[in-house]
């Protein structure tokens, strides 16, 4: 594991994983120094979670296929006041982590998003982009947020999370967390991160199935009204 130029606070890190055994040995080199990685295995067919357990991460398993399950689950393993998540492609650093948790418990933001910045020809398909970006202004009439990106990396403490009762299980988890802490009141920002050509193909914007999917769930999301909560959303491959 890797030190940070700063010290960070202990934190632990959330990565849901299906089938990311070329990426991992990547990822985990980068993890900061202290930091408890817990790789959430949902359903991995490569050995994932043999090589992240050998390389000395928490290896949790989450039979409910879908992303949303898989980061829940690990937020649930999650011990550390402040708990951060990162996808497992290697297509985001997750030393960058270190910064934006020491912003977290200084108190400069509750819930910190990376806003992904495409790193080379390829990084973040155009279509995906656009979606995203539509998303972004969904979300601003929604609840008045001004973020660029609904990225996966993000940095926020353990209990308050733990308090927005989120019950997405899918694809529309990381926006039901942003959508429930803009209505709790939370101070969210974005700060740039690089984001670099994934290994492999992304599980939800890779295919239209898992794009049309994920459209689904977040719109499902943004019509939640201010204060509602349902119970979870299941069945989708991450």
């Known amino acids: 594991m890797t030190s940070s130029a700063c010290t960070p606070p202990r934190a632990d890190l959330v990565l849901p994983c299906l089938d990311e055994a070329q990426a991992l040995p990547w990822v985990l080199a980068r993890?900061?120094?202290?930091?408890?990685?817990?790789?959430?295995?949902?359903?991995?067919?490569?050995?994932?979670?043999?090589?992240?357990?050998?390389?000395?991460?928490?290896?949790?398993?989450?039979?409910?296929?879908?992303?949303?399950a898989a980061c829940h689950a690990g937020l649930l393993a999650a011990r550390a006041?402040?708990?951060?998540f990162c996808d497992c492609d290697a297509s985001m650093d997750p030393g960058l982590l270190a910064a934006m948790a020491v912003r977290v418990a200084a108190g400069e933001a509750d819930l910190l998003l990376?806003?992904?910045?495409?790193?080379?020809?390829?990084?973040?398909?155009?279509?995906?982009?656009?979606?995203?970006?539509?998303?972004?202004?969904?979300?601003?009439?929604?609840?008045?947020?001004?973020?660029?990106?609904?990225?996966?990396?993000?940095?926020?403490?353990?209990?308050?999370?733990?308090?927005?009762?989120?019950?997405?299980r899918r694809s529309g988890y990381p926006l039901q967390m942003v959508v429930r802490a803009a209505d709790a009141g939370w101070r969210v920002a974005e700060t740039d991160v690089p984001y670099l050509s994934r290994s492999g193909r992304s599980k939800v914007t890779?295919?239209?199935?898992?794009?049309?999917?994920?459209?689904?769930?977040?719109?499902?999301?943004?019509?939640?009204?201010?204060?509602?909560?349902?119970?979870?959303t299941e069945g989708a491959r991450a």
């Open 31 to 68: 993890v900061p120094a202290g930091w408890r990685p817990i790789v959430v295995d949902n359903g991995s067919t490569d050995g994932s979670a043999e090589i992240a357990r050998s390389l000395g991460a928490t290896v949790v398993h989450e039979s409910r296929r879908g992303f949303g």
């Open 81 to 84: 006041d402040l708990v951060c």
């Open 114 to 168: 990376g806003r992904r910045r495409p790193q080379g020809r390829g990084a973040w398909p155009v279509h995906a982009r656009a979606g995203n970006l539509a998303l972004a202004r969904m979300l601003h009439r929604r609840t008045g947020l001004r973020l660029h990106d609904l990225g996966p990396m993000r940095v926020a403490r353990r209990e308050a999370l733990l308090g927005l009762e989120l019950t997405d």
């Open 206 to 232: 890779g295919t239209w199935r898992g794009t049309w999917q994920a459209v689904r769930d977040m719109r499902t999301v943004l019509a939640e009204p201010p204060g509602a909560r349902s119970g979870p």
